[in-house]
């Protein structure tokens, strides 16, 4: 078994796991790797509430996966709850292994009760931090994980090497059951319930009552550098975070190498990643320091105000201090709705676009599309009062003011039977039907249009989107996250885009690549990517309440005309309906 780098992690009783415990068989050149996933119910106690939660290998959060680029992953789920579970590899390229991709009624059919899937795919040209999580409903609340991608033997990075890594996933924590609180929004047409903790790898931290044991401490020498693999996998907020007198430096996002900047402070998108340098002081600081998250406000709608977190303590040499006489101190992070902060920390964002890592930023542009994103309303249920903008109306989400429902069937399977009758539908509008001030004063009608389109591509081209933000409930940030593809932010700005001045401004040299991008409140972004994967990909907003509203749509790549350019057929385990 190939020996990995230590990543380091205060390992609990339950949290992530040790790398070994997980790995069942793994070739001595790390070509194949097998880990299994069992699904199962795991009594986990946070607040001083015990609740019994979905998990991984009985594990909160789930177990890390840790791979090379180049490797192939083979990953055995096997469902022992009363749930539905699939399980996505989010930022995984999935070169023609669309079947693996994991989103429910998209790429497959949930695995029920009882039944067991294999996902089965390899890390090509990536290398960082990514994730996993489920992706059916609000299972994600729990089933989470990272995914360690190390570059490939003998490839060092191209920033310091640090003395250690730690994955820091970021969390959210309810006394009530996730899938309860959406299935109640979702009937009555109001917004649910929020949150009752934020959570640092499962912990909630000192600040929330009854859980001052529940703390993630990172323990650290003097003088020495350690790479932080952020994650955010909360539902529904973006968070600010920020270690107290301490600076980082960003690396890589979305397992991509950056142009490194220094910050006090990072801003994270539910289903973004950041790798990050902290440097330790050189002197033991004789203190303690907080590491604490928040979430960065926009929208209207309540939220979680409240904050998570850990301690940065210093390995002192015996005799050591007493850790509770020692001085702790606190970071200061933005306001809850400090826009430009956001702003400026996400335009210090670029590629390295070297001749090693360069940026292949699409500079010919096959198909424009211009997307708004933002919510709506649904009529309420004929002799029911709801509890949306008014007794009469629901809320619904929608790109484009369509408001996509989730089919019966998988869509990938249809597409590739040719099967897509009474499934889905290829008229997905590539922009908006109705033009209006998007940014200003809403329109009068606020209805979206309920439907399961799609967006259908020939192989290689290449696609400029626009997503716009809308303020028909009020502007809000919009995390969306593609499928199947990273992209380039090619630009973003404020108020409505405009198609005859804005490209003017674009950055084609080195912008950024990623899988998810915020859409900032009031404004839009520019993407570029190019639609060289066949198969079906989902594209949605990681604000879990919005998803499950309807903001989300799909791409259909077509296959090409070469064998290495078609989507192979799919694994005789596929889930059925």
């Known amino acids: 078994m190939e020996t990995f780098p230590i990543l380091f992690i205060a390992f609990l009783s339950i949290g992530c796991c040790i790398l070994s415990n997980n790995i069942v068989n793994a070739t001595h050149?790390?070509?194949?790797?097998?880990?299994k996933f069992d699904i199962k119910l795991q009594n986990v106690t946070r607040l001083c509430h015990t609740k019994s939660i979905v998990t991984v290998n009985g594990q909160f959060p789930g177990p890390r996966i840790v791979a090379r680029e180049g490797d192939r992953l083979i990953i055995k789920v096997v469902n022992?709850?009363?749930n539905n579970i699939s399980i996505?590899?989010?930022?995984?390229?999935?070169?023609?292994?669309?079947?693996?991709?994991?989103?429910a009624y998209i790429t497959q059919c949930p695995i029920q009760t009882g039944?067991?899937?294999?996902?089965?795919?390899?890390?090509?040209g990536q290398?960082?931090?990514?994730?996993?999580?489920?992706?059916i409903s609000w299972l994600r609340s729990t089933l989470y994980g990272p995914i360690i991608i190390l570059p490939k033997r003998g490839v060092p990075y191209p920033f310091p090497h640090p003395y250690k890594e730690v994955p820091l996933i970021f969390g959210e924590w309810w006394n009530a059951d996730p899938e309860a609180v959406i299935a109640q929004a979702l009937q009555t047409g109001g917004g649910p319930n929020v949150s009752d903790a934020y959570t640092i790898n499962g912990l909630p931290g000192p600040l929330y009552n009854c859980s001052a044991k529940d703390t993630f401490k990172l323990n650290v020498k003097p003088g020495k550098t350690y790479l932080l693999r952020l994650i955010n996998?909360?539902?529904?907020?973006?968070?600010?975070?920020?270690?107290?007198?301490?600076?980082?430096?960003?690396?890589?996002?979305?397992?991509?190498?950056?142009?490194?900047?220094?910050a006090d402070t990072i801003i994270i998108t539910p289903g973004q990643t950041t790798n990050v340098l902290l440097k330790t002081k050189t002197n033991h600081p004789n203190a303690n320091f907080l590491m604490m998250a928040r979430p960065y406000v926009t929208g209207n709608g309540t939220f979680d105000n409240s904050t998570v977190a850990g301690i940065l303590e210093y390995h002192y040499p015996k005799p050591s201090p007493s850790i509770k006489k020692l001085p702790l101190f606190k970071p200061e992070l933005p306001a809850l709705r400090d826009t430009s902060f956001v702003t400026n920390f996400t335009n210090k964002l670029k590629s390295l676009a070297n001749s090693q890592f360069p940026a292949n930023v699409p500079k010919h542009v096959d198909k424009n599309f211009f997307f708004t994103v933002g919510l709506g309303t649904n009529?309420?249920?004929?002799?029911q009062t709801c509890q949306g903008p008014s007794n009469t109306t629901m809320f619904a989400a929608a790109v484009n003011n369509i408001s996509f429902v989730m089919p019966s069937k998988a869509l990938l399977q249809a597409h590739f039977l040719h099967q897509s009758q009474n499934v889905y539908t290829t008229d997905f509008p590539s922009s908006p039907l109705i033009p209006f001030n998007y940014t200003g004063t809403p329109p009068n009608n606020t209805m979206v249009i309920d439907g399961t389109k799609v967006v259908v591509l020939p192989y290689n081209t290449s696609v400029e989107l626009v997503l716009q933000d809308t303020s028909i409930l009020g502007a809000e940030s919009h995390p969306l996250h593609l499928h199947g593809f990273n992209f380039y932010v090619v630009g973003q700005g404020f108020g409505n885009f405009d198609p005859k001045k804005d490209p003017a401004k674009y950055n084609l040299v080195d912008p950024v690549e990623r899988n998810t991008i915020g859409v900032p409140a009031g404004g839009w972004v520019a993407i570029r990517f190019l639609a060289d994967n066949p198969g079906v990909w989902f594209m949605h907003c990681h604000l879990e309440v919005h998803t499950s509203w309807g903001l989300k749509m799909a791409w259909i790549v077509e296959d090409g005309k070469l064998p290495n350019q078609k989507l192979p057929p799919p694994p005789s385990d596929l889930p059925k309906c």
Do not use: M
């Open 29 to 35: 050149f790390g070509i194949t790797r097998h880990y």
């Open 80 to 82: 022992h709850v009363q």
């Open 88 to 103: 996505h590899w989010h930022g995984i390229r999935q070169l023609r292994s669309g079947w693996a991709d994991g989103p």
């Open 115 to 124: 039944q067991t899937y294999v996902y089965n795919f390899t890390i090509v």
């Open 127 to 135: 290398r960082g931090t990514l994730w996993w999580h489920a992706h």
């Open 233 to 262: 996998a909360a539902l529904n907020d973006e968070l600010f975070f920020s270690i107290a007198n301490h600076t980082l430096t960003i690396v890589d996002v979305d397992a991509v190498y950056v142009k490194p900047f220094e």
């Open 379 to 383: 009529p309420c249920p004929k002799n």
